[in-house]
Each structure stands twice: as structure tokens, then as C-alpha cells.
């Protein structure tokens, strides 16, 4: 069981370009998270959703944004980069159960 | 703005020794957990307590959360060199949304 899968691993972007940032799970759970992490700051929650169909803006939505179409797929989307977006971004799903969240692997991002 | 807040930022100790973070929180939790992040990694879930309880173990994992002081602890016992990492607490609110403190990075020394 892959679990999360996130895609790239890595990038480095131009500034005023469009990305998109992938996220795919197999574990057919309704909650999907995106976080960024930025140096001494944690994870801060950019978007979420809560099941296929809906979104949520978290903490940090300005200059991003997220579609459902299915259960599986959670993909985030920069329409046009800016240096203040690199980061690393993590995907996450809720675990109902006592095992909390699960986290994909991260895409460092770079935009130049 | 931040939930959670890790106390101290980092620590160094020597293999064998107890380490101890505390987390500091400021709103209401369903639940708080504690991940770890090993450098270059993502976050992996050690430990989740609910707002009902007190206290927790896991392994050489033991979580203490006073929600009247709205604090918790994490005291890794006997760590390891493969115990170094960056630890955080999360919490857990009402609306299901978690929210990460700035960590606590942790160096085990051989």
C-alpha cells in the first residue's frame, strides 16, 4: 500500500509561472490536507478538504488553490509564483482512527 | 499564528539520557499529537491524546496533557542517536483542523 504519494519531489520554478503540485492517495479517506513548511515556522495549513466536491481555505490560501474531484486526487495549484512560495509543501490525510494524520513525502519548491 | 508552541527549540543530549519538550497551546482541542520529522523527511505520527486524558505511553514515549494549563509534554526515555529529529505538537480543534507548533529539534549524541 503506497499510502500518499506526492509528485514532484522537487522543483525549481521561475517566477510567474503556473504549478501544480500533485497528491494522490489509495487509502480512500475523505480528509485531505496541504501544508507548507517554512524554517522555525512548523507546518502552517494552506488548503483542505473535507471530502470529494469541497474545499476549505486554511491559515496561508493567498496565491494557491485546490480542486476534489475525487476521492483520490487533492492536486495544488500556484497560478503564478512568487519567491515567498518556496517552500516545502506537504499532503496529508486524516486517519479516523488513533493514528492521526499521515503525510506524503514533500515537494521542495524553489521559485526563482 | 500558531497553536502550538515547543519548548525549547532544541536540545541536545547524550545517548541514554531523557529528553523532554513541552508544547504550549492557546484555544480549545479535540485531541493533541505529537509528529517527528526526521531531516529531509516528512512527518510521521508518533502519539495522539485526547482532550479527556492525562497521560499517555507509547514505547519509550510518554505524552502528559493538562488542559487547564493548556500544555503537554513528550519525554522520550533512554533516547537513542536514531531518537535525533525535530519533534512537533499538533492540535486538534473542533472543526478537525490541525494546527503545528515550530518544533523542537532534538540532537542525540553517541
Known amino acids: 500500500i503506497a499510502g500518499i504519494t506526492q509528485a514532484p519531489t522537487s522543483q525549481i520554478l521561475a517566477a510567474g509561472r503556473r504549478m501544480t503540485l500533485r497528491c494522490t492517495q489509495d487509502?480512500?479517506?475523505?480528509?485531505m490536507y496541504w501544508y507548507r513548511q517554512d524554517l522555525g515556522l512548523g507546518l502552517r495549513l494552506i488548503h483542505y478538504?473535507?471530502?470529494?466536491?469541497?474545499?476549505g481555505k486554511g491559515e496561508v490560501p493567498d496565491g494557491y488553490s485546490v480542486s476534489r474531484a475525487n476521492t483520490d486526487d487533492f492536486p495544488l495549484t500556484l497560478a503564478s509564483a512568487v519567491p515567498s512560495q518556496t517552500s516545502v509543501y506537504f499532503c496529508?490525510?486524516?486517519?479516523?482512527?488513533?493514528?492521526?494524520?499521515?503525510f506524503g513525502s514533500g515537494t521542495r519548491l524553489t521559485v526563482v | 499564528s500558531q497553536q502550538g508552541e515547543e519548548d525549547p527549540q532544541a536540545l541536545s543530549i547524550q545517548e541514554g539520557e531523557n529528553a523532554t519538550m513541552n508544547c504550549s497551546y492557546k484555544?480549545?482541542?479535540?485531541?493533541l499529537q505529537w509528529y517527528r520529522q526526521n531531516s529531509g523527511r516528512g512527518l510521521v505520527h508518533l502519539i495522539l491524546?485526547?482532550?479527556?486524558?492525562r497521560e499517555k505511553h507509547s514505547g519509550r514515549l510518554r505524552v502528559t496533557l493538562d488542559t487547564s494549563k493548556k500544555s503537554s509534554s513528550l519525554l522520550i526515555t533512554a533516547s537513542r542517536a536514531a531518537d535525533t529529529a525535530s519533534y512537533f505538537c499538533?492540535?486538534?480543534?473542533?472543526?478537525?483542523?490541525?494546527?503545528f507548533g515550530g518544533g523542537t529539534r532534538l540532537m542525540v549524541k553517541p
Open positions: 496529508a490525510i486524516q486517519w479516523a482512527g488513533p493514528d492521526g494524520y499521515t
Open positions: 487509502m480512500r479517506h475523505n480528509a
Open positions: 478538504s473535507n471530502t470529494a466536491g469541497t474545499t
Open positions: 484555544t480549545s482541542i479535540n485531541n
Open positions: 491524546i485526547r482532550s479527556n486524558e
Open positions: 499538533a492540535t486538534e480543534d473542533a472543526g478537525n483542523m490541525l494546527t
